[in-house]
Every structure is written in C-alpha cells, then in structure tokens.
C-alpha cells in the first residue's frame, strides 16, 4: 500500500532510482530513455555533476532565507544573468517555484501594472485556444485546453481565446503562410474592440506550443504582427517560455527566434532542468518602475520565493547550456532528430504531421493522412501509444484533444540537449515499436 496520492489512481507505477544521463532506471532495473524530458524538464539529462555540486555547496552555505527578510547570494547571480542574455528590455526577475507560479504572477502583475498607473478598468485576458499555461486557477484560465478548464471553470477569471497559430489544420489551401499567419494575429485585434480595448491588460502565448498543440512553432510574421496590435492598444504581452524556454528550441529565450520581445516572461521546466523546482517571471523595467514608484510592493508572495538552493541549481544549469555550447547542440541534433522522423514517419499513413524546433518536436497521429481524420476520441489513442512506448522503455509525452480539446492526438518530444545519434536511432526504433503494437491495439 502506498500514501502517495498519485496523478492517476488507477494506475501502479514503477519506482525511479536512478537517473544515468538520459535515461531513468526504475527498482528492477530497466532502463527509460527519457526523450520528453518528464515534461521538456530534464534539458541536462539526469547526472550533471556541476549542477548536483553547486547544490551541495549551497546547502553547506545556506539552505534558505526568506525573501521578507533577505535576498541571496545565488538569486542575484541568477537574475543578472538571466538579464543579461534576455531579450528587449526584460530587467527584472521574480522568482517562484514552478511555471504555474510563475503564469499566474504574471497575471497578477499585469493587473496590478495598470492600477498603479491609473487605468484600473483593465482586466481582461486574451490567450489563445489549445494553448496551456499551467494548473493553478488563472493559469488555468488563460488557457485554452478544454479538458484540464471543464471542471473548474465555474472558479475561473473571465477570458477569451482567439485562433492558435497551426498551419497544419487552421492554413487554408489557396493561402501562404505569411498570409494565415496575418490573418490569425489580426484575431487579437479585434477580439480587443470587442472585448473593450480600455479593459484588456494582456494577451499571453506560448512561442511554441507545447503541451496542448504538440511542439507548433508560429509561422514568419505572426509574433512580429502580434506586438504590433499589443502596442496599438496598449495591451502587455505576456510570452509563456515555461516549456518551449531555456534552450529548447536552440535560443535561450525563445522568442529570440521570432524577433520580438514581451512586456512579461514566464520560465520555468530546463531553468532547474529537474534539479531543483524553480520559475521566473521577467518583466520590463517600466513595469517594474511603476510598481516602484506607486505602491512601491507587488502584491502576491510565496515562501520559496527566490530559495538560495533552487537558484544556485539554475545558475549551475544555465552556464552549463551556455559555457558548453548546447544552444548549438540543440540546434544540431535537432537537425539529425528531424531527419530520423521524417525519414522513419515521413510518409506513414496514420502521421499527419512532424513539427517543431531545436529539440521539441511534436508529431500528429490520423486516422487517414490525406484527410486529416483523426482517430475517434472514444479509441484513447495516445494513452495507448504511451503504455506501449513505456513498455518498450521509451518515455514520451502523448496527449489528445489536439484539435479542438476532444478530437485529434499527438506525442511530444523533448529529449536532453546532450543526446547523440545513438540515442536518436533509439528514441526512433522505440517509437516506431509503440506505434504498430498501438495500432494492432486499438
């Protein structure tokens, strides 16, 4: 018998005891390459000495501080760094200690922003549908997958979705993609005048996709016409990093990639790289003078705000990334890890699509390719596919309600930075392995 309350009480799962660079080994000794990373967490792999040293060695120094009373030696060092390479005019930190947290902070200080500056009927959200943005309650609000909101939307703030940027389902066939992409970012423009564009504070997105979508990068353009409408109307944009950040796609910030940068940042999963929980919320240094000049304090707070532990593991883990050239590496492998799938699922009648950047790919599962059908919902597809991918020593991240938060499926890849080829042809091998004894499943 066990007392953990476990995500699924119906299943039993295995013990982890070990971690051994991208694979995880449960109490019987079998070996998971860990090619999502848990959930695009575990950039680093499972055994980085400098991360696991710089723990110990905080933990000799301080173990925590309370950020009512004190700062700390590695959340200063962390923070300016984290500034330093961050895009725009981001200049402050506040840190949490998940993407949750870290969403719902956001939230928080784009509402308090306007107060302090004297526009206190704004308060709307905007978010886009099948994107997610974390499982407290106005994270949960923000975003747009249908199953996890069904339950607790009677709890949640008010908010509104536009159109996700997914060429694969929303590009019409006579359209280019600048074109779709044009014609989706102009949604926020006019879901603002009829929402009251003296009422919405912020629009938030994920730069890619992750969870809910399955690694869809935006088309060239879209973003870039996104900041446009945010400036017009004076609405902060809030860019959700917490998955698709810290390397993943091959920037550190992954909005580098699209050439823009946000008013508010949300980061989190590869900042503690699993070594610590850790989150980040940036924000520009006019949000932040205007809180300094008017109330002078944020009003929100959690008691592991800034713990010295989880920051010297992030520090440890970001100049890793940087001091061993992995944003090259993502690159690079990404490159071979593209090729292997569309070599291997390229023309394979139940994928409709491979997408994503760097290292986070995402590929959908039809029923029919040339159609686009999807499998029945009630078929369960990708929980199928990921027993089987487990079964054959593959962690993955499927998910379904793809298209419109019931029908469609999908599984998401986001291996660490340091995998080699070895372990490309492996993730692959495994993949194609769950995929048939799914289908001779269902």
Not at 176 to 184: D, H, I
Request: charged share 20%; net charge negative; proline share 5%.
């Amino acid at each position: 018998m066990s007392n953990v309350f476990p995500r699924n009480c119906k299943s039993k799962l295995p013990l982890a005891v070990q971690g051994d660079g991208v694979y995880l080994i449960d109490s019987a000794g079998k070996h998971y390459l860990d090619a999502s990373g848990g959930a695009a967490v575990s950039c680093l792999g499972h055994s980085d000495a400098r991360v696991v040293e710089a723990i110990k060695t905080q933990l000799d120094r301080l173990e925590f501080a309370h950020t009512g009373f004190f700062s700390s030696v590695p959340a200063e060092a962390l923070a300016e760094l984290l500034i330093k390479e961050a895009p725009g005019s981001l200049d402050r930190v506040y840190f949490v200690s998940g993407g949750s947290e870290a969403v719902e902070a956001a939230i928080k200080l784009a509402r308090q922003y306007f107060l302090e500056i004297g526009e206190p009927t704004r308060h709307r959200v905007i978010a886009r549908r099948q994107s997610y943005h974390g499982n407290t309650l106005g994270a949960l609000a923000a975003g747009g997958n249908q199953w996890r909101r069904e339950p607790f939307a009677p709890l949640m703030i008010e908010t509104s979705h536009i159109s996700p940027c997914y060429t694969y389902r929303g590009q019409e066939k006579d359209e280019s993609e600048f074109a779709y992409g044009q014609r989706v970012a102009n949604e926020l423009e006019a879901e603002i005048q009829r929402a009251g564009a003296d009422e919405v504070m912020a629009f938030i997105a994920e730069p890619v996709v992750g969870a809910t979508l399955g690694a869809v990068p935006a088309v060239e353009g879209y973003f870039k016409r996104i900041r446009e409408i945010c400036d017009q109307y004076g609405v902060l944009l809030i860019l959700d990093e917490v998955m698709c950040g810290m390397g993943r796609t091959g920037s550190l910030y992954a909005c580098d990639q699209d050439g823009i940068a946000p008013d508010i940042m949300t980061i989190a999963k590869g900042l503690g790289a699993g070594y610590q929980p850790i989150g980040a919320m940036l924000c520009t240094d006019t949000i932040y003078r205007a809180i300094e000049k008017g109330s002078g304090f944020f009003q929100h707070g959690h008691t592991y705000l800034g713990h010295p532990v989880a920051c010297a593991a992030a520090l440890a883990v970001i100049m890793e990334i940087l001091e061993r050239r992995l944003l090259d590496r993502v690159l690079s492998q990404g490159v071979q890890l593209r090729k292997a799938l569309e070599e291997k699922f390229g023309e394979h009648p139940n994928i409709g699509d491979i997408r994503g950047r760097g290292l986070f790919f995402g590929m959908e599962f039809v029923r029919e390719r040339k159609s686009k059908a999807p499998f029945p919902p009630q078929l369960g597809f990708n929980k199928h596919f990921k027993q089987h991918a487990f079964k054959a020593g593959l962690i993955c991240y499927p998910m379904g309600g793809t298209i419109d938060g019931q029908q469609g499926d999908h599984v998401l890849l986001a291996p660490p930075f340091t995998i080699d080829i070895g372990h490309i042809d492996e993730i692959v091998t495994k993949l194609d392995k769950a995929l048939k004894a799914t289908l001779r499943s269902i």
